[in-house]
């Protein structure tokens, strides 16, 4: 039977997961329709291949400098997964690349006589165009993304926006005037008036109806700007084709591809049908700048006093951001909990003048995994845990009052009396029987995996530890049908006592029964810690019925000052706690062994069997007329 290493999400990856369930949500909500995938990817960029968008999760300040904060992270990596949704719903990645292929050139001549670029550069120029196109659509579709695309461009796409040169300079203006941005500040005066004789084209791009005439439009700027950046490169020393200049474009990677034709048109049309209303009706008095992201669109912060712009604060996308990390915060925190490790300080204080003593124990997850295995023996124990869930639930079930009548004796029925006159009859009596209110019950069990439990069990070809993950898994299982609160941890020791909490309460998932199917006989067995341990968690329940199953071969390993006799006085003391405790017994047939778990659990000790759910269902009730 094979096992695995255990294989539990930690903190981060339950944060990541969250995450990206959220931003799959919200992408659906805003753009509906059709299905698609989304996951996190750790690709240089995010993309998508027009069935699924795959985002970059971890994101770095561009330019060096201070880490952004979660939710500022959170607020770009929506952003750029919107940004790809944008593509599928606007855009054609055929038109794109044909157009690139159309319009670059590997020779410098053609460079030279402004009739073809450099690839990297049509590339730059024809997605920088698509991509202010396809953002602006977005927004007239669905505002509420716009803060989104605000932060995630001013604070990472184009920053950091600081002038460099004049060539340097210009693409920046043309990223931030093609996304309808602010310009930044202090920028070279010849880069400005460069992009300026271009603005009007740049405002057409915006609302091109089509990826082409987008395109057609970058490919009217490339030929406007071309000899002017030319030129500008070779005052520098640069050339054309420096890696300097390099662009990773979306049209030369085979896994990415935007939306279907027809779908495309559909959106786009519907989107220049807003547009329309909106200015039939007055409500855009500029349509590029009061339509899309970025109000101050192509406005220029070239002063005399040379101060940097004011750009949007994005505060609402800030605060749901940072609203829903540490709700994602807080529910990794739940998830992981009962599987985080723990040093533990268990103190036992027996009573009798006996001595108090405390000791050390790890909590941690158990290493292994195996729910084959745990499949295996739930199928084969399918009628035990049945019988012993049915058990369960009617000890755990109200009864109700019954009232006998025609009885000889109880209570006069008044009204009944003169039939003894008239008709000799002796029936006017009735008895009232009360009936038990429901009990509340919580189970914890806890099973021992020492290395003794490797033995052969009672002379089969199964050994004990068999036989304990058996009746760990009858327990829990049957619990979980009867609707009954458990929990199941196993114990052994190393250095120190190791406690492994194999099922939490309110979990029975794959990754519980996984560690259910996986225990083995491991080392040592300190039973006074196990069964302090599970005394001080049941102590912080309420319910009615709060019962220990301890799971043990009889054979536990004692320190210096413990004994059976201090097994016992916990257990009296935890019964006087309202906490009562069994022990199922899968150790040898040994008069002597089998005597001592007795007197370690007086009136509470299941030797099992044949028929554990009939041995169960006879202590339990004893526990419930007790406790009721």
Same mark, same amino acid.
């Given at each position: 039977?094979?096992?695995?290493?255990?294989?539990?999400?930690?903190?981060?990856?339950?944060?990541?997961?969250?995450?990206?369930?959220?931003?799959?949500?919200?992408?659906?909500?805003?753009?509906?329709?059709?299905?698609?995938?989304?996951?996190?990817?750790?690709?240089?960029?995010?993309?998508?291949?027009?069935?699924?968008?795959?985002?970059?999760?971890?994101?770095?300040?561009? %330019?060096?400098?201070?880490?952004?904060?979660?939710?500022?992270?959170?607020?770009?990596?929506? %952003?750029?997964?919107?940004?790809?949704?944008?593509?599928? $719903?606007?855009? /054609?990645?055929?038109?794109?690349?044909?157009?690139?292929?159309?319009?670059?050139?590997?020779?410098?001549?053609?460079?030279?006589?402004?009739?073809?670029?450099?690839?990297?550069? /049509?590339?730059?120029?024809?997605?920088?165009?698509?991509?202010?196109?396809? @953002?602006?659509?977005?927004?007239?579709?669905?505002?509420?993304?716009?803060?989104?695309?605000?932060?995630?461009?001013?604070?990472?796409?184009?920053?950091?926006?600081?002038?460099?040169?004049?060539?340097?300079?210009?693409?920046?203006?043309?990223?931030?005037?093609?996304?309808?941005?602010? +310009?930044?500040?202090?920028?070279?005066?010849?880069?400005?008036?460069?992009?300026?004789?271009?603005?009007?084209?740049?405002?057409?791009?915006?609302?091109?109806?089509?990826?082409?005439?987008?395109?057609?439009?970058?490919?009217?700027?490339?030929?406007?700007?071309?000899?002017?950046?030319?030129?500008?490169?070779?005052?520098?020393?640069?050339?054309?084709?420096?890696?300097?200049?390099?662009?990773?474009?979306?049209?030369?990677?085979?896994?990415?591809?935007?939306?279907?034709?027809?779908?495309?048109?559909?959106?786009?049309?519907?989107?220049?049908?807003?547009?329309?209303?909106?200015?039939?009706?007055? +409500?855009?008095?500029?349509?590029?700048?009061?339509?899309? &992201?970025?109000?101050?669109?192509?406005?220029?912060?070239?002063?005399?006093?040379?101060?940097?712009?004011?750009?949007?604060?994005?505060?609402?996308?800030?605060?749901?951001?940072?609203?829903?990390? $540490?709700?994602?915060?807080?529910?990794?925190?739940?998830?992981?909990?009962?599987?985080?490790?723990?040093?533990?300080?268990?103190?036992?204080?027996?009573?009798?003048?006996?001595?108090?003593? &405390?000791?050390?124990?790890?909590?941690?997850?158990?290493?292994?995994?195996?729910?084959?295995?745990?499949?295996?023996?739930?199928?084969?124990?399918?009628?035990?845990?049945?019988?012993? &869930?049915?058990?369960?639930?009617?000890?755990? @079930?109200?009864?109700?009052?019954?009232?006998?009548?025609?009885?000889?004796?109880?209570?006069?029925?008044?009204?009944?009396?003169?039939?003894?006159?008239?008709?000799?009859?002796?029936?006017?009596?009735?008895?009232?029987?009360?009936?038990?209110?429901?009990?509340?019950?919580?189970?914890?069990?806890?099973?021992?995996?020492?290395? &003794?439990?490797?033995?052969?069990?009672?002379?089969?070809?199964?050994?004990?530890?068999?036989?304990?993950?058996?009746?760990?898994?009858?327990?829990?299982?049957?619990?979980?049908?009867?609707?009954?609160?458990?929990?199941?941890?196993?114990?052994?020791?190393?250095?120190?006592?190791?406690?492994?909490?194999?099922?939490?309460?309110?979990?029975?998932?794959?990754?519980?029964?996984?560690?259910?199917?996986?225990?083995?006989?491991?080392?040592?067995?300190?039973?006074?810690?196990?069964?302090?341990?599970?005394?001080?968690?049941?102590?912080?329940?309420?319910?009615?019925?709060?019962?220990?199953?301890?799971?043990?071969?009889?054979?536990?390993?004692?320190?210096?000052? @413990?004994?059976?006799?201090?097994?016992?006085?916990?257990?009296?003391?935890?019964?006087?706690?309202?906490?009562?405790?069994?022990?199922?017994?899968?150790?040898? @047939?040994?008069?002597?062994?089998?005597?001592?778990?007795?007197?370690?659990?007086?009136?509470?000790?299941?030797?099992?069997?044949?028929?554990?759910?009939?041995?169960?269902?006879?202590?339990?009730?004893?526990?419930?007329?007790?406790?009721?």
């Amino acid at each position: 039977m094979s096992m695995v290493t255990t294989a539990l999400k930690n903190k981060a990856q339950i944060i990541k997961d969250r995450e990206g369930a959220r931003v799959k949500r919200w992408l659906h909500i805003l753009f509906g329709g059709r299905k698609f995938g989304f996951q996190w990817t750790d690709a240089s960029t995010s993309y998508t291949d027009g069935k699924s968008v795959y985002a970059k999760y971890d994101i770095v300040r561009p %330019g060096g400098g201070p880490d952004f904060t979660e939710e500022e992270k959170r607020v770009i990596r929506k %952003g750029t997964s919107v940004h790809e949704r944008g593509h599928i $719903e606007y855009d /054609t990645i055929e038109d794109f690349r044909s157009w690139i292929k159309d319009h670059s050139s590997s020779s410098q001549a053609d460079w030279v006589t402004n009739l073809k670029y450099p690839f990297e550069w /049509t590339g730059w120029f024809g997605n920088v165009m698509l991509d202010g196109r396809m @953002e602006n659509f977005t927004v007239i579709d669905h505002p509420e993304v716009e803060e989104y695309f605000q932060f995630k461009n001013y604070n990472w796409k184009c920053a950091p926006m600081v002038p460099q040169n004049r060539v340097m300079d210009f693409r920046l203006l043309f990223m931030t005037r093609s996304l309808g941005m602010i +310009d930044p500040a202090g920028l070279d005066p010849e880069s400005i008036a460069l992009v300026e004789s271009v603005q009007p084209i740049i405002a057409k791009g915006r609302f091109a109806p089509t990826t082409q005439t987008c395109l057609d439009c970058a490919l009217e700027i490339l030929r406007a700007t071309w000899p002017t950046l030319m030129e500008w490169m070779e005052a520098d020393g640069q050339s054309a084709g420096d890696s300097s200049f390099s662009f990773s474009s979306d049209a030369d990677d085979p896994n990415v591809s935007w939306g279907d034709k027809e779908e495309v048109e559909q959106n786009v049309l519907r989107v220049t049908m807003s547009i329309r209303a909106s200015e039939i009706s007055g +409500d855009a008095d500029d349509t590029d700048n009061s339509k899309g &992201s970025g109000s101050g669109a192509g406005e220029s912060s070239n002063d005399e006093e040379d101060e940097a712009p004011s750009t949007p604060n994005c505060y609402g996308a800030l605060s749901a951001a940072a609203k829903e990390a $540490e709700a994602d915060e807080k529910e990794a925190e739940a998830e992981i909990g009962p599987y985080a490790e723990i040093e533990l300080k268990i103190e036992i204080d027996p009573g009798l003048k006996r001595p108090a003593f &405390s000791a050390t124990a790890i909590s941690m997850p158990y290493p292994m995994q195996n729910l084959a295995r745990y499949q295996e023996i739930e199928r084969n124990m399918k009628r035990g845990i049945d019988c012993t &869930s049915k058990v369960l639930k009617e000890l755990c @079930e109200p009864v109700p009052d019954e009232l006998l009548m025609n009885q000889r004796s109880g209570k006069v029925l008044v009204n009944r009396l003169w039939r003894n006159q008239a008709l000799g009859e002796t029936n006017f009596f009735a008895r009232k029987l009360s009936g038990n209110p429901g009990a509340e019950v919580r189970i914890g069990m806890m099973a021992d995996i020492s290395g &003794s439990t490797g033995d052969t069990f009672r002379g089969t070809s199964s050994k004990v530890i068999d036989e304990i993950r058996r009746s760990l898994i009858l327990m829990t299982a049957a619990c979980e049908k009867a609707g009954i609160q458990n929990a199941a941890y196993a114990f052994t020791e190393y250095e120190d006592t190791v406690i492994f909490p194999l099922k939490p309460y309110g979990r029975f998932g794959a990754v519980e029964k996984s560690f259910l199917g996986a225990i083995k006989a491991e080392s040592g067995n300190r039973d006074t810690l196990a069964l302090q341990y599970m005394i001080n968690d049941m102590s912080k329940y309420n319910e009615s019925i709060r019962l220990i199953v301890m799971i043990s071969d009889g054979l536990p390993c004692f320190e210096k000052n @413990e004994d059976e006799n201090t097994m016992r006085l916990m257990v009296q003391q935890a019964e006087k706690k309202g906490i009562d405790v069994l022990c199922l017994y899968c150790g040898p @047939e040994r008069h002597d062994v089998i005597q001592k778990v007795q007197h370690m659990y007086p009136g509470g000790a299941i030797n099992v069997g044949n028929n554990l759910a009939r041995d169960l269902s006879r202590h339990v009730k004893r526990i419930i007329r007790k406790r009721r």
